[in-house]
């Protein structure tokens, strides 16, 4: 046997049980959070605008997400439902002396995935859409969601 | 990187030890005297045999079983056909992912390595390979939503088929009389998932993680029953 072909031979093997035994462990390093990013915008000026809400929260649930005090920002981040595909949010304002509720509607695609390293199961979603808003201007810009985006909705009011 | 440096002096012992410190850098290349002659293409041989690194897996991963084996029908000196046969299974997350199935993988190879010994002791071939995988995933999962409620169920999709299409390169040579061993390096390209599923599909048998590229590593051990002994011209 030629001696190149044994140092491949041989050395092929050996280097193929080192890469099975020091194949990589999967660590979950993801924040898996499927997390709808809505940003407020001056319909005049068209510049990022603070708009104060008394408080926001999903049609269906109890639990409120934002209230008048820690709504002084500028993005909103409302979380996405694992189990339904069209989901409501109510944005509720005080205009004048009366509370008046301003409806976002959302539908998206949602894949079960476990492709995240370590991390378990998941839905990523996708093809987000807004169907219904009793806002003026409602424009979607990154339809999936993946964390890492500014955000995925612009409210011009 | 620790385990590249491992792996160097390693080899570098094995280099020394099997080319018994030969230095053949200083060695002057040799003339080939010998010459192809023109060859038919006609069945010379059949290989049968099982690549050693699914099994590797097997034995080292406790949620992974493995295996496969592979023919080669061997067409003059430079042509082979080649079909592999494997399954694979795999467990994640305490069992809670499951994926098993089998694929095969059909196609051929040209050897490059004709002039010394003509598929005697050595080959160095690139191929070809159409692969098919039939398969299963399942998954009981619970999704964590603090806001919207928690979702709990469980998937399973049977029946689940792919297919992709693979490049090889193999080197192999003759350890003793109708055995033959090497490694093989496969370049996998899939080009779509081609499937409506409700998982994701993430674990291919036969591909591994569903990248849409892949290189894969195996080490083959071969039996060969040769036919005809194809002619080298002096």
């Known amino acids: ?157 | 990187m620790p385990i590249f440096k491992y792996f160097f002096k390693l080899t570098l012992i094995l280099f020394c030890v099997l080319g018994e410190c030969e230095v053949i850098f200083a060695q002057k290349p040799k003339q080939d005297t010998t010459q192809t002659p023109k060859e038919k293409i006609q069945l010379s041989g059949i290989r049968f045999g099982l690549d050693v690194v699914p099994l590797g897996v097997t034995f080292l991963d406790k949620n992974r079983t493995q295996w496969e084996a592979n023919a080669e029908l061997l067409l003059g000196n430079s042509y082979l056909l080649c079909l592999d046969v494997g399954s694979a299974s795999l467990q994640r997350f305490e069992g809670d992912y499951s994926n098993k199935g089998t694929y095969w993988r059909i196609g051929a190879d040209y050897n490059l390595w004709r002039k010394k010994g003509n598929l005697q002791d050595g080959q160095f071939t690139f191929g070809f390979r159409y692969c098919l995988a039939n398969f299963q995933h399942q998954l009981d999962y619970v999704i964590q939503n603090p806001y919207w409620g928690n979702l709990q169920g469980a998937v399973l999709e049977q029946n689940l088929r792919i297919s992709w299409i693979e490049f090889t390169a193999t080197l192999k040579a003759r350890i003793a009389p109708n055995f033959w061993m090497g490694p093989v390096a496969r370049f996998d390209l899939k080009f779509n998932n081609a499937q409506d599923s409700i998982l994701e599909i993430n674990d291919i048998p036969g591909f591994g993680v569903t990248n849409n590229i892949r290189i894969n590593l195996g080490y083959q051990l071969r039996y060969q029953i040769q036919w005809k002994k194809t002619p080298i011209k002096k």
């Open chain 1, 1 to 157: 046997m030629p001696f190149v072909m044994k140092y491949i031979l041989f050395g092929g093997l050996i280097g193929i049980i080192l890469l099975m035994n020091t194949s990589c462990k999967r660590k979950c390093t993801s924040d898996l959070k499927n997390i709808i990013k809505v940003q407020f915008y001056n319909k005049e000026t068209l510049r990022l605008d603070t708009v104060v809400f008394e408080r926001i929260q999903g049609l269906g649930v109890d639990s409120i997400l934002y209230t008048a005090k820690d709504s002084l920002v500028n993005t909103y981040q409302l979380p996405a439902s694992d189990g339904q595909d069209m989901i409501d949010f109510v944005f509720t304002r005080k205009e004048g002396s009366l509370l008046k509720g301003y409806t976002l509607r959302l539908t998206y695609k949602r894949q079960l995935t476990i492709n995240t390293p370590g991390c378990g199961a998941f839905n990523r979603i996708e093809n987000l859409q807004v169907p219904f808003s009793d806002f003026d201007s409602v424009v979607v810009i990154n339809p999936f969601l993946d964390n890492t985006s500014n955000a995925n909705i612009q409210i011009f009011f």
